[in-house]
Nanobody
Framework: QVQLVESGGGLVQAGGSLRLSCVTS????????MGWFRQAPGKEREFVSG????????YYADSVKGRFTVSRDNAKNTVYLQMNSLKPEDTAVYYC????????????????WGQGTQVTVSS
């Protein structure tokens, strides 16, 4: 069992930056592939970014490629999502998620989820 807690969300103007953090507890984060997802009101949850066990491989949705950077520090059991050049369409609740299997963009394949952190980008 693993617990995930996100932080770092907030209100920012378009073009600004935020860094989200996801701290894992219960089991070492190095045992899990980690993903970031987001859900805007009235929309389905969508994959944003993901990282392999060591962080050597990273994955991004086309909509955030070049603007967002995912990283992990397994010594701190923490995964980060650096978000730059934010746009109003990035407004959503952001979730981190963990799974033991191979990397996937499907939210249904992740067993563990955080409670989410709100990101609001004003125009």
């Amino acid at each position: 069992q693993v617990q995930l807690v996100e932080s770092g969300g907030g209100l920012v103007q378009a073009g600004g930056s935020l860094r989200l953090s996801c701290v894992t507890s219960g089991r070492t984060s190095s045992s899990y592939r980690m993903g970031w997802f987001r859900q805007a009101p009235g929309k389905e949850r969508e994959f944003v970014s993901g990282t392999s066990l060591t962080g050597s491989s990273t994955y991004y949705a086309d909509s955030v490629k070049g603007r967002f950077t995912v990283s992990r520090d397994n010594a701190k059991n923490t995964v980060y999502l650096q978000m730059n050049s934010l746009k109003p369409e990035d407004t959503a609740v952001y979730y981190c998620a963990a799974r033991r299997g191979i990397m996937t963009t499907r939210s249904s394949e992740y067993a563990y989820w955080g409670q989410g952190t709100q990101v609001t980008v004003s125009s």
